[in-house]
């Protein structure tokens, strides 16, 4: 376990499941090109090599914290996150206030390795572990007219300053259609690289989406609702021009203010350079989802 998420990982640490899910973005990324062209194309490349701990945990969004990239990693250690409980409400045979261990109980951890792309064009590769959000759902049993989930961020006034600045609407609120959280790619992360989740990353608890825009992963949850009309999202209220309801990754569908055709990759070495953008951010397993959608109507 110890030598399981060193940089150097190899296939053979990885378990099947995972094998098989990395194989397909590189597959979906890389149609109809052979293995000289794959050599040289970035994206691909670097489907598998995970940013090291470093840059996932200094380079951060948590607004709560303060809106500086390095606000998280100097200010979220104020945050209380032992005992850490769930609110869950809405359709669903079994709301009640829950401990996250309860919560969690019975479902298997998973260990996911990632692309994640943020709305402002830069993008990580994170090796998450957590549970599918499918998995926690089925033990709530949704109800027939359960069509979204919805997601509240902890605001704890005291330990955060971003919260007491005000400088976005808090409590941080997002939403899935129920068929998006029920993809086995969705997770509920509670850690990153084997060990607990940092606090700036999200801890205890906090959702992956990974072919939607960072910011639809929203961290330190304490309440999962089941409803019937789709939830507020933080930055759709925000300003709902620049930023939908869905947020899937899209290098066609570009940001008001800046193209989506790229990304930069955090981190130093050889593919820190820019690289295309993939439509579903390389995730082709999601199309089905938005089949008969406009894309650029429900961006
Ligand atoms: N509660 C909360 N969740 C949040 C945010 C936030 O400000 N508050 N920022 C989002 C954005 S914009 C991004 S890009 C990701 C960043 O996750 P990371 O710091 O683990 O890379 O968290 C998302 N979840
Ligand atoms: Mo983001």
């Known amino acids: 376990m110890a030598h399981r998420w060193t940089n150097d990982m190899t296939r053979a640490d990885v378990t099947p499941k995972e094998l098989w899910l990395n194989r397909r973005q590189i597959m979906a990324g890389t149609a109809g090109i052979g293995a000289a062209a794959l050599a040289g194309r970035a994206a691909a490349q670097d489907a598998l090599e995970p940013n090291p701990i470093e840059d996932i945990t200094s380079y951060n969004n948590f607004y709560e914290f303060g809106t500086g990239k390095e606000d998280p990693s100097r200010n979220a250690d104020e945050m209380v996150i032992s005992p850490w409980s769930i609110t869950v409400d809405g359709l669903c045979d079994n709301p009640g206030e829950y401990m996250l261990d309860d919560l969690l109980s019975g479902l298997t951890t998973e260990e996911r390795i990632y692309r994640f792309r943020c709305v402002e064009a830069w993008s990580m590769v994170v090796p998450w572990n957590g549970v599918e959000l499918a998995d926690l759902l089925a033990k709530l049993g949704p109800k027939p007219e359960a069509k979204y989930v919805a997601f509240e961020t902890a605001v704890q006034e005291e330990n955060m300053p971003g919260v007491r600045r005000g400088v976005i609407p808090f409590p941080y609120v997002e939403g899935l259609r129920m068929d998006e959280a029920m993809h086995p790619l969705t997770l509920l992360a509670t850690g990153i690289y084997g060990e607990p989740m940092p606090k700036q990353n999200g801890a205890p608890i906090r959702l992956v989406v990974p072919w939607k825009y960072g910011f639809k992963s929203i961290k330190s949850i304490v309440r999962i609702s089941f409803v019937e009309n789709e939830p507020p999202a933080t930055w759709n209220i ?12 899209n290098p066609t569908h570009d940001h ?11 981190g130093g070495g050889l593919f820190a350079s820019r690289q295309d953008t993939l439509m ?8 089905p989802l938005y089949e008969g959608m406009d894309l650029d109507v429900n961006f």
């Open 238 to 249: 925000i300003n709902p021009r620049e930023y939908g309801f869905y947020s899937n990754v």
């Open 256 to 266: 008001p203010r800046w193209s989506q055709a790229t990304e930069r990759r955090i």
């Open 280 to 287: 579903w951010n390389g995730y082709d397993e999601v199309a």
